[in-house]
């Protein structure tokens, strides 16, 4: 059954199932620069970018390049000016997530951005994992099957 699911996704070209969706991740952005993204009711939750083609992670946060350079990053950004009142940063605070942060500017809007970094891994399993660890500090619905959209945004570099 597993030979006859990947070659419909072969032939397809479209993930599935969450699973398919990080393994799809994993596997461009070994090729070129890919945003993973979570998002709920037009809010992005979190994001997943690939650290293989965006080396300024490495000058906002102060981490082993070495350990890290070919890893992911798993982030989410709040707007500052609201942050007392933003349910992820209540319930970030509330959670036991041990994430890095980084306050900067984004034109006149002053955020936060939250992320926790992740060695290089071809397991789709592992990276879904860490993701909704971070999903599990900072979501949480009333609806009892809550919906989100999957999307990878491929980005040009020049």
Do not use: C
């Not at 319930?91 to 034109?107: I, P």
Request: glycine share 4%; proline share 3%; aromatic share 14%.
């Amino acid at each position: 059954m597993g030979f006859w699911n990947n070659l419909k996704n072969i032939l397809t070209g479209k993930p599935r199932s969450s699973t398919e969706f990080v393994q799809k991740f994993i596997k461009d952005s070994k090729k070129s620069r890919v945003q993973f993204e979570i998002i709920e009711n037009n809010e992005i939750l979190i994001q997943v970018d690939s650290l293989r083609f965006t080396p300024s992670w490495f000058k906002v946060f102060d981490i082993n390049k070495t350990e890290f350079e070919n890893g992911f990053v798993i982030f989410f950004i709040i707007d500052q000016k609201k942050i007392e009142k933003d349910k992820r940063y209540i319930l970030y605070k509330k959670s036991e997530l041990n994430l890095l942060e980084f306050d900067e500017m984004h034109g006149d809007t002053p955020i936060r951005t939250f992320a926790r970094f992740i060695e290089e891994t071809d397991d789709a399993i592992y990276l879904g994992k860490e993701m909704k660890t971070i999903l599990d500090g900072i979501y949480s619905s009333n609806e009892q099957d809550p919906q989100a959209l999957f999307n990878l945004r491929y980005i040009n570099v020049k």
